[in-house]
């Protein structure tokens, strides 16, 4: 057998994984709710397609059966990733989705020992968040083994949000910012923190968020307290800093569901080829026991391109045996220097 399904293969990011899946030698078999899509993305690549709802159990374990593990690319995670995770479990299918949702992280790391009696890896964020983070942030605890605080720091230049990122951002703004304290993850205000940080070119300014590594870097290092700073436009933290006071009024079913049409109308699809080709990304992992500080920093390809590299890569290992059962993160069952073999990533100590 050794293939895997992609579900969710004809959005933005979908997308690029099947274009990197394909140019790597691999096979995937498509899969998503829109079989007119799918039909016109497999005849391009040449690819078989199944098409189904998530919700359908039956048609997803049966398209299940026919490979080894399935790449999860169909947000908002918070609302798919529980029926194909409990589909992985029932048919012992190994699990590895792209999401950056704290709480799918946070539930799926329940599910561990359900995985490990399966027999299959349950690895959520496989892609941007959190493979370069988490292996960063791992390669920084591990000179500093005491550490006891954390806070990762994250720009992005040239790039762009597709509509999925934006889709998933509505369907998860009530649930405000997070932070790690003591070892549990706490909610705090939207924008609860700023920092200027020097990334090598100046201060930038960046403000606290709920990012995927609240919960991953818990996993991977034991790290108690853990804070996560992101660069945004200003006009956008503006509007996160707004939704403090009205927040309330889109919290709504309705009105999450008509901010997401307006998405899918108005929104560019995601980053253009060349934002792919020629954006980066900057991160800075800072770790200290309130003694001693090690801060690494990594500089990756643009975020949506290189989850495409990470996530294939996740792939050909896993159908390479390569894995480990139950929950895991990327530096977990790859290590610190995962993220080193792709090319235009660099690593140092500052």
């Known amino acids: 057998m050794k293939n895997f399904m992609v579900y969710g293969s004809y959005g933005y ?35 078989e397609y199944r098409a189904f709802s998530i ?78 983070s988490d292996c960063l942030i791992a390669y920084a605890a591990g000179k500093l083994p005491s550490a006891t605080h954390l806070e990762l720091y994250i720009k992005s230049v040239g790039s762009g949000v597709s509509r999925g990122t934006a889709r998933s951002g509505i369907e998860n703004m009530q649930r405000e910012g997070r932070i790690r304290r003591d070892g549990k993850i706490v909610s705090v205000p939207n924008v609860w923190g700023t920092k200027d940080v020097d990334f090598g070119r100046g201060p930038s300014r960046l403000v ?19 804070t996560v700073y992101m660069g945004f436009p200003k006009a956008m933290v503006n509007s996160m800093r707004l939704t403090r006071y009205f927040g309330a009024l889109l919290y709504t079913r309705a009105a999450r569901d008509l901010v997401k049409w307006l998405i899918g109308k108005f929104l560019a699809p995601g980053p253009t080829r060349k934002q792919n080709e020629n954006g980066f990304s ?3 992992a800072e770790v200290t026991d309130g003694k001693q500080t090690v801060r690494a920093k990594l500089r990756t390809p ?4 290189l989850t495409a590299l990470t996530s294939v890569e996740i792939m050909k290992r896993i159908l390479n045996s390569d894995f480990k059962s139950g929950f895991q993160t990327p530096s977990k069952v790859y290590g610190a220097d995962f993220i080193l073999q792709f090319k235009g990533v660099e690593r140092t100590e500052r």
């Open 13 to 47: 990011t979908g997308q690029l994984i099947v274009e990197q899946a394909v140019k790597a030698g691999l096979k995937p078999l498509l899969a998503g709710r829109d079989e007119k899509q799918l039909r016109a993305q497999a005849e391009k690549f040449g690819l």
């Open 55 to 132: 919700e359908n159990s039956a048609a997803l374990d049966s398209a299940l059966m026919e490979v080894d593990a399935v790449l999860h690319c169909a947000g908002p995670f918070v609302l798919t990733f529980r029926q194909m995770a409990e589909a992985c479990i029932r048919t012992k299918r190994h699990y590895v989705d792209i999401s950056g949702e704290i709480e799918g992280f946070e539930a799926l790391a329940l599910m561990d020992e359900e995985a490990q009696r399966a027999g299959i890896m349950i690895l959520p964020g496989g892609g941007f968040d959190v493979v370069p």
């Open 208 to 226: 606290s968020m709920g990012w995927g590594d609240v919960s991953t870097a818990y996993h991977s290092t034991g790290i108690p307290n853990v």
């Open 282 to 284: 900057l991160l800075i």
């Open 302 to 305: 643009e975020a949506y391109y």
